[in-house]
């Protein structure tokens, strides 16, 4: 094909390519042109620069339309056969993003208009170079278990029931080319947040883009009523993100129309945000925020500070097979009485229930014979009657003389009970693992539990602690009161300190480990 050299100045560009592209306006229902806003610039400009590429984004900001202009650009440059694939989470999805692609080549102009050599409900080829777009539906009939390609666009990931699988085949189709992924939030824990966070560290080799919603500059009022007044919140959040007053009376209309949650769900302004629950995520996610992460390594034992021989402590065990399943672990917590600081985890995939109650003696033993309660459910019956055997005492028993068991009555409770210490911001420091841990506790169907692909049980070894706890609080007062002020009294004495009695402090040992 014979271009003219303005036409070939035009193609060695892709953003003056793009540019000339047409697209269905979504709002108004008509074609128009491709101009492109901000956030679209951005991602242009990364994508030309970056091979691993995963965008976090508000609704509506017009990233899956860039991408496949850039796909489009790139198989319409081929020289050869190359293969560029969009994956969507839906048909319908996957359908009006081949949409778009047809748009683009039926309203190029004349001079543009290169031959094609297939056109179908998925698939555009052009007939001299054999490059061609593609569309797949993750999870479809026909799937993506054996195709080679130059470069994918995972589209909405997060909303893939697939994930994994899918990833897992795309890297392997790929190779050295360019994946490109982007989706809104959904919840986290699954292996988009996984990326996305990673990415944040600098520690996966991907390059994050992160757009929050008020880059685009359509979020925001074309016209202020002359009775509004930001509230001292909105002043709040106009500071930290550096919002105009039309960006902040627009946002005030869509939490009215969409309530808080959905808002920071579909138009997140952090990244931290933009995972955080709200109705999602059980715990709340500023609490969690302000527990200090602690790099206690990856061993079974993570001792926080050591056993106080004055210290009354309570002590919680979730049993799991130890089998080595990725999404099965035992795990022992102790927690301080007087404190409500854990001090202690034990986590394990590989420790058989038989090996676990021995674990459990010695732990025991170590934490001054503190009351033990255990998950009865499953393996967890085994345990307990081992350490009856072993002459463990101040097992856990209910009213009715039975050991605990999760059930549809007690779950709530024993959630509960941890949430209620989250949330009020009694613990202040956390193994980083046991923190991401919680974090990925979100409701499903209304019930607290971890989300896909993601575990529970130090959450619950934990829960257990505080449910005990709360049947317990007049059992360990006078004796933590006592042991304390005797420690308080020498520690003043050999410091002459002033400070406050440390049953009113909040906080404990920040550091160390086993």
Same mark, same amino acid.
């Given at each position: ?9 035009? =193609? @060695?560009?892709?953003?003056?390519? $793009? !540019?000339? *592209? +047409? ?5 108004? /229902? ?25 965008? =976090? @984004?508000?609704?509506?900001?017009? $990233? !899956?339309? *860039? +991408? ?5 650009? /790139? ?26 692609? @047809? ?412």
């Amino acid at each position: 094909m014979t271009m003219s050299p303005e036409v070939e100045e035009l =193609l @060695k560009d892709p953003e003056k390519f $793009i !540019s000339r *592209l +047409t697209i269905m306006h979504k709002q108004r /229902q008509r074609l128009s042109k491709f101009d492109l806003n901000t956030p679209q610039k951005i991602l242009l400009e990364t994508l030309r620069n970056h091979n691993r590429v995963i965008i =976090l @984004k508000a609704r509506q900001m017009g $990233i !899956s339309t *860039l +991408t496949r202009g850039w796909h489009f650009w /790139q198989a319409y440059m081929a020289d050869q056969p190359r293969q560029y694939a969009v994956i969507s989470h839906t048909r319908d999805s996957a359908e009006e993003l081949h949409r778009m692609e @047809k748009t683009f080549y039926e309203n190029l102009p004349e001079a543009l208009r290169r031959p094609l050599e297939r056109s179908s409900a998925k698939t555009l080829k052009f007939k001299d170079s054999g490059a061609a777009v593609r569309t797949y539906t993750a999870g479809g009939k026909g799937g993506t278990r054996s195709f080679a390609m130059n470069s994918v666009h995972l589209s909405e990931f997060a909303f893939y029931e697939n994930q994994e699988e899918v990833m897992a085949t795309v890297l392997a189709a790929v190779g050295d080319g360019q994946i490109i992924i982007e989706s809104t939030p959904n919840a986290p824990g699954d292996k988009f947040h996984d990326l996305v966070m990673g990415a944040h560290k600098n520690e996966n080799g991907w390059k994050l883009v992160f757009f929050p919603w008020y880059i685009h500059k359509h979020y925001q009022a074309e016209e202020l009523p002359g009775w509004y007044i930001p509230t001292q919140v909105e002043k709040m959040v106009q500071e930290q993100h550096q919002l105009t007053v039309e960006q902040l009376f627009w946002r005030r209309q869509q939490l009215k129309t969409l309530g808080q949650d959905k808002f920071i769900r579909e138009y997140p302004a952090s990244i931290e945000e933009a995972f955080r629950s709200s109705g999602v995520q059980f715990f709340d996610s500023e609490a969690l925020d302000e527990i200090e992460p602690l790099n206690m390594g990856s061993h079974e034992h993570r001792q926080y500070c050591p056993p106080d021989p004055g210290e009354a402590y309570v002590l919680g065990v979730d049993v799991g097979s130890g089998l080595g399943k990725k999404t099965d672990f035992s795990a022992i917590t102790v927690v301080s009485a007087s404190t409500r600081q854990p001090v202690y985890h034990f986590i394990s995939n590989t420790t058989p229930p038989s090996k676990l109650a021995e674990k459990i003696v010695d732990i025991w033993k170590r934490y001054n014979e503190p009351k033990v309660i255990v998950e009865s459910n499953g393996n967890g019956m085994w345990v307990i009657h081992r350490l009856k055997e072993l002459k463990v005492r101040n097992l856990y028993k209910d009213k009715n003389g039975k050991p605990f068991r999760t059930s549809v009555g007690t779950r709530p409770l024993m959630f509960q009970a941890i949430k209620d210490v989250v949330d009020s911001g009694v613990i202040t420091a956390l193994d980083q693992h046991v923190l991401e841990e919680l974090k990925t506790i979100v409701y499903i169907k209304d019930k607290p539990q971890a989300a896909k692909r993601k575990n529970d049980d130090v959450t619950i070894s934990m829960a257990l602690c505080y449910y005990l706890l709360e049947k317990m609080p007049l059992v360990v007062s006078h004796s933590v009161k006592r042991a304390m002020m005797e420690r308080h009294i020498a520690a003043m004495r050999a410091k002459k300190s002033t400070r406050t009695l440390p049953w009113n402090v909040r906080g404990g040992n920040k550091t160390g480990s086993y």
